[in-house]
């Protein structure tokens, strides 16, 4: 069974850092890559960070570029993979989803549940 588990969330003041992580298990990850998104209410999902199964290719949304990082760690089948997000600001509230796609196979793509993060004072 495909599961996309999503930890990490919660609230913290600007400036600050979270790290959020996606424990990915039930499917071969080979040729995958995994997009962290995020979505505000009222808004469209947009893609905030992805890395590739493997080669460990990445690219971010100019928005987050040079704050936050994503990477991956390997188990026995299961990968998490991290997003460390530092110098966070109030348009970073969102709530953070976690996608695994198939690169070549468009229709495998599964999600997880979300974590929600509150950048506030």
């Known amino acids: 069974q495909v599961q996309l588990v999503e930890s990490g969330g919660g609230l913290v003041q600007p400036g600050g850092s979270l790290r959020l992580s996606c424990a990915a298990s039930?499917?071969?990850?080979?040729?995958?890559?995994i997009t962290w998104f995020r979505q505000v209410p009222g808004k469209e999902r947009e893609m905030v960070a992805l890395?590739?199964?493997?080669?460990?290719?990445?690219?971010?949304a100019d928005s987050v570029k040079g704050r936050f990082t994503i990477s991956r760690d390997n188990a026995k089948n299961t990968v998490t993979v991290y997003l460390q997000m530092n110098s966070l600001k109030s348009e970073d509230t969102a709530v953070y989803y976690c996608n695994a796609q198939h690169i070549h196979e468009l229709d495998y793509s599964y999600w997880g549940q979300g974590t929600k993060v509150t950048v506030s004072s």
């Open positions: 039930g499917f071969s990850f080979s040729n995958y890559r």
């Open positions: 890395i590739t199964i493997p080669g460990d290719s990445s690219s971010y």
